[in-house]
């Protein structure tokens, strides 16, 4: 693996996704540890730095990532308090260690799978699982059917319009229908919230959410029992007046 790293797709899920300054100066790291342990001369004294480890300062990093000092002092306490690095400063310099890098970048034959939210929630904190696990055709169904029920996981912003939606069927259906038409839940819901006032839907014409949404029935005109007795109020007061 010299010359790259791995990162799970799951690193979505960590906090520093959500903060892309600090994700693109944490891969940076990840880059700049030594992938083999080698031997530096440092003030005429020779000093191994492991694999997972490099040498570096505060200052240096701030030129390299052009940040201030403070900023990078803050970034590192960050890391080293979620147990992702860790620093060593009595050699004269500042030596950083990768957390789990031996694991993180160890090469196998087995199946890797980077964890990112595990109870440390440390991007290299990787486990491995051995094929030899899989003893019995049962986990290995078991697991089969772990990753086809992901392929079916409903959207977050779908399962909004489907609770709102009062006929709960076809829901695959719906879901596909609901990509298909494009339109966003600001204004899907309030339509849906609309037409269950009106008289169609108040007797029990309600059509299957697929339907409603392939046939754009959001944009219906709905006549509530107030718009039925504001006409007959018009018509009654039409017929005195003649």
Known sequence: MNGWIKLHKRVRKHWLWEHPEYFRAWVDMLMMANWVGRKTLYKSELHEIKRGEFPTS???????????????????????????VDTQTDTGYTLVKIINYELFQTP???????????????????????????????????TKTQRAGARYAYPKNFLEFYESYPKKVGKKAALNAYKRCGVSNDVLIPAVLLQKKGEQWARGFIPNPATWLNQGRWED??????????????RYDQMFES
């Open 58 to 84: 505060v200052r240096k990093l701030a030129q390299r990532w052009g940040w201030s000092v403070n900023k990078v002092r803050r970034f590192i306490e960050l890391l080293k308090s979620d147990s992702m």
């Open 108 to 142: 196998t034959d087995t199946l890797t799978n980077t964890v990112t939210d595990t109870v440390t929630d440390t991007l290299t904190n990787t486990t491995i699982y051995n094929i030899s696990k899989y003893k019995d055709n049962k986990e290995i169904k078991e």
């Open 221 to 234: 005109e709905v006549e509530t029992q107030d718009d039925i007795e504001k006409a007959r109020s018009q």
